[in-house]
């Protein structure tokens, strides 16, 4: 899913420690940097006992990333970490010249996949499989699942930081009850309810199609359910006609399936998810379920009346196929964010930076912090810290999907180039809309492979 839209990448304020409407509005704006860290802090880190760090500035999450340096700083003063924040965009463009110019800086803030195998095959980032083999209390402390977006050809090339989000199914309790019908546990079950709901003038699935992304999501689940996520990694392996695996073409075709009998809300191309219209319809009631990221959750509690507070909104993670080989516990979506080591750093630079990985990321106290922001810190046993909030019950449900998920895959259109990924996204449009055969995704989708 494109990182550049927050409500994608962060869930809105839940119940700790951030009031809702602060946060929804710190999500939909970019903060400037901060004074303690400056522009002249990133920009390569000269001095032998200083390391620069750039990330991005929006808030609340700026904050939690700056009091983890200061803290770092405090407790290292021959080892310091000087600091840069900026906008999603502008951090983009100035880390892309940076690196192709040998000028990173030490320590660089991504989300790993794609963009991470263009560093690693440019030589401008450190391996740090043998780091982790040394330090194994530093990766058993974190999710298994955070890794996948971190390993490039079987070698980790960054540390899995911060937060994840899975890709949640969603229902409405109360028209699952006017309908009198139960939530499904297989593919066949969808495909049952489908004109169960249709009959009582209610759409079976929302959907913004508008924005492709959300399309993707589905597609996402179904290769994993019918054939494991081995499916889409020869894919992102560039593998020669990965998407021809036979998994993929039946994926391909149930989509289509679903479409076909009407299983989307009436004119979905044309509704955007930027907007929140796809949630509104699960909330009002004009819809049964939604497939939507977790970040979907903070929204509808805040502009939904008393859906998430009245106990309305159920949420489950995507059933199994029927005969696929997928673990039904796998799950899709934003895994964490992730921090590499610039090889062109100077040894003492690369050390404090492998100080800062090992005692501050996801610390305790940061991961009190992440938490405070309403999301799910990648580390085992943050659920603990969601104990007696308001929405426990949500935060504990994300945290058992993230913690027991066998494989949690990066969303596509992250995982692969950016030139790929738009590929990707034009032809699951064209894919949903029954304008190209599942032959012809594959076809097209095969010409793309490795670009």
């Given at each position: 899913?494109?990182?550049?839209?927050?409500?994608?990448?962060?869930?809105?304020?839940l119940?700790?420690?951030?009031?809702?409407?602060?946060?929804?509005?710190?999500?939909g704006?970019?903060?400037?940097?901060p004074?303690?860290?400056?522009a002249?802090?990133?920009s390569?880190?000269?001095?032998?006992?200083?390391a620069?760090?750039?990330?991005?500035?929006?808030?609340?999450?700026?904050?939690?990333r700056?009091?983890?340096?200061?803290?770092?700083?405090?407790?290292?003063?021959?080892?310091q970490?000087?600091?840069?924040?900026?906008?999603?965009?502008?951090?983009?463009?100035?880390?892309?010249?940076?690196?192709?110019?040998?000028?990173?800086?030490?320590i660089i803030?991504?989300?790993?996949?794609?963009?991470?195998?263009?560093?690693?095959?440019?030589?401008?980032?450190?391996?740090?499989?043998?780091?982790?083999?040394?330090?194994?209390?530093?990766?058993?402390?974190?999710?298994?699942?955070?890794?996948?977006?971190?390993?490039?050809?079987?070698?980790?090339?960054a540390?899995?930081?911060?937060?994840?989000?899975?890709?949640?199914l969603?229902?409405?309790?109360?028209?699952?009850?006017q309908?009198?019908?139960?939530?499904?546990?297989?593919?066949?079950?969808?495909?049952?309810?489908?004109?169960?709901?249709?009959?009582?003038?209610?759409?079976?699935?929302s959907?913004?199609?508008?924005?492709?992304?959300?399309?993707?999501?589905?597609?996402?689940f179904?290769?994993?359910?019918?054939?494991?996520?081995?499916?889409?990694?020869a894919?992102?392996?560039?593998?020669?006609d990965?998407?021809?695996?036979?998994?993929?073409?039946?994926?391909l075709?149930?989509?289509?399936?679903?479409?076909?009998?009407d299983?989307?809300?009436?004119?979905?191309?044309?509704?955007?998810?930027?907007?929140?219209?796809?949630?509104a319809?699960?909330?009002?009631?004009?819809?049964?379920?939604?497939?939507?990221?977790?970040?979907?959750?903070?929204?509808?509690?805040?502009?939904?009346?008393?859906?998430?507070?009245?106990g309305?909104?159920?949420?489950?993670?995507?059933?199994?196929?029927?005969?696929?080989?997928?673990?039904?516990?796998?799950?899709?979506?934003?895994?964490?964010?992730?921090?590499?080591?610039?090889?062109?750093?100077?040894?003492?630079?690369?050390e404090?930076?492998?100080?800062?990985?090992?005692t501050?990321?996801l610390?305790?106290?940061?991961?009190k912090?992440?938490?405070?922001?309403?999301?799910?810190?990648?580390?085992n046993?943050?659920d603990?810290?969601?104990?007696?909030?308001?929405?426990?019950?949500?935060?504990k449900?994300?945290?058992?999907?993230?913690s027991?998920?066998?494989?949690?895959?990066?969303?596509?259109d992250?995982a692969?180039s950016?030139?790929?990924?738009?590929a990707l996204?034009?032809?699951?449009?064209?894919?949903?809309q029954?304008s190209?055969?599942p032959e012809?995704?594959?076809?097209?989708?095969?010409a793309?492979i490795?670009?």
């Amino acid at each position: 899913m494109e990182s550049t839209t927050p409500s994608r990448r962060t869930f809105l304020a839940l119940s700790m420690g951030i009031p809702l409407g602060a946060a929804l509005a710190a999500c939909g704006t970019s903060g400037p940097a901060p004074a303690g860290g400056g522009a002249s802090g990133g920009s390569g880190g000269n001095a032998a006992n200083k390391a620069s760090y750039w990330f991005l500035s929006v808030q609340p999450q700026e904050g939690v990333r700056t009091r983890a340096v200061e803290r770092f700083n405090k407790a290292n003063p021959n080892g310091q970490i000087e600091f840069t924040a900026m906008q999603n965009d502008a951090y983009k463009t100035k880390i892309k010249t940076a690196i192709g110019a040998g000028q990173a800086p030490t320590i660089i803030w991504g989300w790993g996949g794609g963009t991470l195998r263009t560093y690693v095959q440019a030589g401008q980032v450190e391996d740090l499989t043998s780091w982790f083999e040394q330090n194994s209390a530093v990766k058993d402390r974190l999710f298994a699942s955070s890794f996948g977006a971190a390993t490039i050809d079987g070698k980790i090339y960054a540390m899995p930081a911060e937060t994840m989000q899975p890709i949640v199914l969603y229902y409405n309790k109360k028209i699952f009850e006017q309908v009198g019908v139960e939530p499904p546990e297989s593919w066949g079950d969808i495909m049952a309810l489908v004109p169960k709901f249709n009959a009582a003038g209610i759409a079976p699935f929302s959907l913004g199609g508008q924005s492709r992304w959300t399309n993707m999501m589905w597609l996402e689940f179904l290769f994993d359910r019918i054939g494991g996520p081995e499916v889409f990694q020869a894919v992102f392996d560039a593998k020669k006609d990965a998407w021809s695996h036979p998994a993929a073409i039946e994926a391909l075709t149930k989509i289509q399936d679903l479409v076909k009998a009407d299983g989307f809300i009436k004119g979905f191309s044309s509704i955007t998810a930027d907007s929140n219209a796809d949630q509104a319809l699960l909330y009002t009631g004009k819809a049964a379920m939604m497939l939507h990221g977790g970040w979907t959750y903070g929204a509808m509690s805040a502009d939904g009346g008393d859906f998430v507070s009245g106990g309305h909104l159920g949420y489950m993670n995507f059933p199994p196929v029927e005969g696929g080989k997928g673990d039904p516990s796998n799950t899709v979506g934003n895994p964490g964010q992730y921090l590499s080591i610039s090889s062109k750093a100077t040894p003492e630079q690369k050390e404090i930076a492998k100080k800062f990985f090992a005692t501050a990321v996801l610390n305790d106290e940061d991961v009190k912090e992440w938490a405070g922001t309403g999301a799910v810190p990648i580390v085992n046993g943050a659920d603990s810290a969601f104990a007696g909030t308001k929405d426990e019950a949500f935060l504990k449900f994300v945290y058992g999907i993230a913690s027991n998920a066998k494989s949690f895959a990066q969303s596509w259109d992250q995982a692969l180039s950016p030139t790929a990924a738009e590929a990707l996204l034009d032809n699951i449009a064209k894919l949903f809309q029954l304008s190209i055969t599942p032959e012809q995704f594959v076809s097209n989708m095969n010409a793309v492979i490795g670009s």
